[in-house]
């Protein structure tokens, strides 16, 4: 069992930038891939950014290349998204998820074990 607790959301301007971190409890954690998704008011959850068990294979959704970055400290259980240059289409609610390998559909949901309750950024333009 996992849980994920995600901080650092909160309002900014556009432009701005933001650090996410996601807390994962279990002497697991360095073993699971993790990912970060979120989902916009009336909007369908979506893939953000992926990382596998020891960060050398990342993945991002078109919409954050060279924008945002996905990094994890195993030591500390913890996974971390960097935005930068944040725009209003950014705005949602941010989630952390984990699961146990690094599947090949990793933009679905559904391949996903463990969630987090979400942390809310909003983005002003």
């Known amino acids: 069992q996992v849980q994920l607790v995600e901080s650092g959301g909160g309002l900014v301007q556009a432009g701005s930038s933001l650090r996410l971190s996601c807390a994962a409890s279990g002497r697991t954690f360095s073993r699971y891939a993790m990912g970060w998704f979120r989902q916009a008011p009336g909007k369908e959850r979506e893939f953000v950014a992926t990382i596998n068990w020891n960060g050398d294979s990342t993945h991002y959704t078109e919409a954050v290349k060279g924008r945002f970055t996905i990094s994890r400290d195993n030591a500390k259980n913890t996974v971390y998204l960097q935005m930068n240059s944040l725009k209003p289409e950014d705005t949602a609610v941010y989630y952390c998820?984990?699961?146990?390998?690094?599947?090949?559909?990793?933009?679905?949901?559904?391949?996903?074990?463990?969630w987090g309750k979400g942390t809310l950024v909003t983005v002003s333009s």
């Open positions: 998820a984990a699961a146990p390998f690094f599947a090949r559909n990793y933009t679905l949901v559904g391949a996903w074990s463990y």
